[in-house]
């Protein structure tokens, strides 16, 4: 399976940045990462997609985010990262991030256990 590590989460005040990053730790070696991506949730919320990205692909982002967050490319180590510019309080949350896997459809999900992230005003 599947094991994401994140980490770069904590408390920036309002225009600040922060960066996230995470790594997919493969135990079976033939799963194939095809895409990796972050989302958030607040508690009492439904978890969001903030951003992703395919492998070779583009990006995609949340609406809320566009212009201020930037998501990496997927690397060939499986790494992807999150830079966070001009932070607002509504963007304090806990982001997960994301990793489809396999060759099958729909493909596998694997989740890592969340960074909290408090934007201050």
């Known amino acids: 399976q599947v094991q994401l590590v994140e980490s770069g989460g904590g408390l920036v005040q309002a225009g600040g940045s922060l960066r996230l990053s995470c790594i997919a730790v493969?135990?079976?070696?033939?799963?194939?990462?095809?895409?990796m991506g972050w989302y958030r949730q607040v508690p009492g919320q439904q978890r969001e997609l903030v951003a992703e990205?395919?492998?070779?692909?583009?990006?995609i982002y949340a609406d809320s985010v566009k212009g201020r967050f930037t998501i990496s490319s997927v690397s060939a180590r499986n790494t992807v990262s999150l830079q966070m510019n001009s932070l607002k309080p509504e963007d304090t949350a806990v982001y997960y991030c994301n990793a489809k896997a396999g060759t099958m459809t729909p493909m596998t999900d694997y989740w890592g256990q969340g960074t909290q992230v408090t934007v201050s005003s």
């Open positions: 493969r135990r079976i070696f033939s799963i194939n990462i095809n895409a």
């Open positions: 990205v395919t492998r070779g692909g583009e990006p």
